[in-house]
């Protein structure tokens, strides 16, 4: 960690380094958010050996004309609680303003993410250093071959098992109680997919799990959250697998089936085959419509990716025990 010679005012920033499948990344940004982004990412921390691909270049409310819209057309790719992220297609860049909080603008080719952020408040820090930091990252990644999946992984032996869903579906509470009874854990909620020859992997953004009160009341290792604190605007815990659960994340897999889930509010799981073509129609709503080229070559990940390995959906009960003997005979 090292302080970084650029300052604006006020605005003294640290430089943090990561390492994400194979793409160095680089941190610049004030205590308070590198601090988030250092806990999210820990287990990704990297030696700066050398230039970083990516730069994510955080700065305080002195920064005028700092991350500032592009001029020309845009449209809408993503909704978000406080506004919409807006491509500009012809500068190829993505951009969002969320009044007193923050302005983030994203130059994928570039490699180069930069936020204005204002005000006092925790809360801008945490869009920058959760959702929005996310976002951008995942189509920086996009850009260079490793393609986002909105989805928990885990796996047995190094044979994965896809989690893929909207939130709400019950991805983090399925990804919890699988790494409790014994699943080792990679994400539990965005995996990379990466086409090789003859085979895809899946390379998990290995962060925190993301934990409601309700999920926390399920699990015994997680009980004592309910009822706490979580950080500003976010309503959800944020756990850490190693000291939750004792175990360290497993960075990649060969997955071998994706599942769909849903909560079912039943007491049995009901786990049923799909097809590909249904599989993919409802991964396919996650891929931002950004660049063409990029957006197909997204579009084709997944499509081979659902070809490669069986697809199910999984009506998930409230026993989480028979819902784990459920999806270890997908893998059998």
Known sequence: MNADPARTGTDVRLADYYSMCGVGIEVSAADEVAALIRTRLRFMRSPAAQPASLLFDMRASGADGFAVPPDGPSRPVYDMSRGQLM???????????????????????????QFALFGEGAAANVLA??????????????????????????????????????SGSGKSTLTAALVAAGWDFLTDDMVLVVREAGAVRAVGLSDEIDCSDETAGM?????????TPTLADRGKHSVDVEWAFGVLPVPECRPRALVLPSVSGERR????????????RELAPNVLLTQPAATQAHLDALAELVREVPCYTLATGTDLSFADRCLQEILS
């Open 219 to 227: 699990i015994p290792e997680l009980r004592h959250l309910v009822g």
């Open 87 to 113: 491509y500009f297609e012809g500068q190829d860049q993505l951009f969002i303003d969320y009044p007193g909080y923050l302005r983030m603008l994203c130059s994928p080719t570039a490699g180069l993410v």
């Open 269 to 280: 799981s009901v786990v049923t085959p799909v097809s590909a073509s249904y599989a993919l």
């Open 129 to 166: 250093a959760y959702p929005l930091f996310t976002i951008s990252l995942i189509e920086l990644m996009k850009r260079r071959g490793r393609f986002p999946l909105h989805a928990g992984c885990v796996a047995k032996q190094g044979r994965g098992l896809l989690l893929a869903g909207m």
